[in-house]
T-cell receptor, first 109, second 113 residues
Framework: GQNIDQPTEMTATEGAIVQINCTYQTSGFNGLFWYQQHAGEAPTFLSY????GLEEKGRFSSFLSRSKGYSYLLLKELQMKDSASYLC??????????FGPGTRLSVLP | DSGVTQTPKHLITATGQRVTLRCSPR?????VYWYQQSLDQGLQFLIQ???????AKGNILERFSAQQFPDLHSELNLSSLELGDSALYFC????????????FGNGTRLTVT
């Protein structure tokens, strides 16, 4: 079957580092995406991994291990504006993108 | 601004009615996707079009239909509306689908009363 899972909620402190995990089960996919979504707004693209390893983009990094069905998003130097939901999604060869339930991150002062 | 335009922003209608949601993709993007997001729910894939042709279907109800026109804009038609259809409906576009990120419109918030 096909499944994708994330923790429901996380809390972290301003200036800290937080890691949001995503696990998935699928027979095949073409890459894994991370999106940020503020409440009531559109998801915005953060990062994309097609190969195993770490992709770094400023304060955000994403990691993928295909053999373990695992990805994470790392957010450094947390800011209050980072409070949002973070969605992982796997790319079913462009036919559709299967989104996880999202992790609601609260950044506290 | 993602470059994807959705209209209307808000829609309030009664049960049993029919509505049409419209989406204009980013310039140059050939793929259009429709997603439904209910309160506290994840994004549920409805349907995808590529260059005018239906390419993939998710758990889209028979009461819902969509099409993509020659100018690449897309419409999602929802009929015989029920209270449970109240949700945010997002359109997203990408250059070619696979290996390219989705760019989302701001969504249409549908309220069925």
């Amino acid at each position: 079957g096909q499944n994708i899972d994330q923790p429901t909620e996380m809390t972290a402190t301003e200036g800290a580092i937080v890691q949001i995990n995503c696990t998935y089960q699928t027979s095949g996919f073409n890459g894994l995406f991370w999106y940020q979504q503020h409440a009531g707004e559109a998801p915005t693209f953060l990062s994309y991994n097609v190969l195993d390893g770490l992709e770094e983009k400023g304060r955000f990094s994403s990691f993928l291990s295909r053999s373990k069905g695992y990805s994470y998003l790392l957010l450094k130097e947390l800011q209050m504006k980072d409070s949002a939901s973070y969605l992982c999604a796997w790319d079913n060869y462009g036919q559709n993108f299967v989104f996880g339930p999202g992790t609601r991150l609260s950044v506290l002062p | 601004d993602s470059g994807v335009t959705q209209t209307p922003k808000h829609l309030i209608t009664a049960t049993g009615q029919r509505v049409t949601l419209r989406c204009s993709p980013r310039s140059g993007d050939l793929s259009v996707y429709w997603y439904q997001q209910s309160l506290d729910q994840g994004l549920q894939f409805l349907i995808q079009y590529y260059n005018g042709e239906e390419r993939a279907k998710g758990n889209i109800l028979e009461r819902f239909s969509a099409q993509q026109f020659p100018d690449l804009h897309s419409e999602l038609n929802l009929s015989s509306l029920e209270l449970g259809d109240s949700a945010l409906y997002f359109c997203a576009s990408s250059v070619r689908g696979s290996n390219s990120p989705l760019h989302f419109g701001n969504g249409t918030r549908l309220t069925v009363t």
